[in-house]
């Protein structure tokens, strides 16, 4: 093959995997959480996903990405009162900094297909504070969900963490904040 061929090849090849990829923008994304003591008392709410996007070659998902609100933290299961106290805290330093961090984002680093849909890999980032995590994300039609687990201690998100302090009793505030992610695109 000559330098002229080779390098036609190349040009389109490249220009048939541009004609094939395809960003789609993430609507109504939103994340519901929930956080729990050590006894069977819990608070659960959402949050929303401001930005995000999904890259797509033909039909298969490749890689995306998303950035949360953190803003935009509700409880759902409180009085207007208590749920707007609970907020004000988990905006605070003892929990997310939402002053000094007001976004958290998803990168993802790995897709790969699964019998559900994909295994995800990405770098979270959370009060500045970034950790590799994986979950199964789920899509049907143009929906995608998504429900997995993170340790909040990794992100520095302290208070009443039995990963910084000892001897908390039952004011111990496990370290697992449950996700359910869910977005259109």
């Known amino acids: ?13 490249f220009l048939n995997f541009g004609l094939n990829a395809q960003t789609k923008a993430i609507t109504n994304g939103v994340i519901n959480w929930e956080g729990s003591k050590i006894t069977t008392e819990s608070h659960v ?3 929303n996903i401001s930005t995000g996007a ?3 070659k033909a039909d298969s998902l490749r890689g995306g990405n998303f950035t949360v609100d953190m ?3 509700v409880c759902t299961d409180l009085s ?5 106290r609970l907020v ?3 905006e605070s330093d003892d929990f997310f900094g939402v002053a000094e961090h007001p976004e958290a984002t998803l990168v993802f680093t790995s897709v790969t297909p699964s019998d559900e849909g994909y295994q995800i890999t990405g770098d979270f980032s959370i009060r500045g504070i970034t950790h590799s995590e994986s979950f199964e994300l789920k899509i049907d039609n143009n929906t995608a969900t998504a429900d997995f687990e993170i340790d909040r201690s990794k992100y520095n998100v302290k208070f009443r963490s039995g990963s910084f302090f000892e001897n ?6 496990n ?10 695109y």
Do not use: C, P, Q, W
């Open 175 to 184: 370290d697992e904040l449950k996700l359910r992610v869910s977005f259109t």
């Open 54 to 56: 999904l890259k797509f």
């Open 168 to 173: 908390l009793g039952d004011k111990l505030i």
């Open 80 to 84: 207007e009162k208590y749920g707007a």
């Open 71 to 73: 803003n935009s933290i």
């Open 88 to 90: 004000g805290h988990l």
């Open 45 to 47: 709410g959402t949050i």
């Open 1 to 13: 093959m000559n330098t002229r061929t080779i390098t036609a090849f190349l040009a389109i090849t």
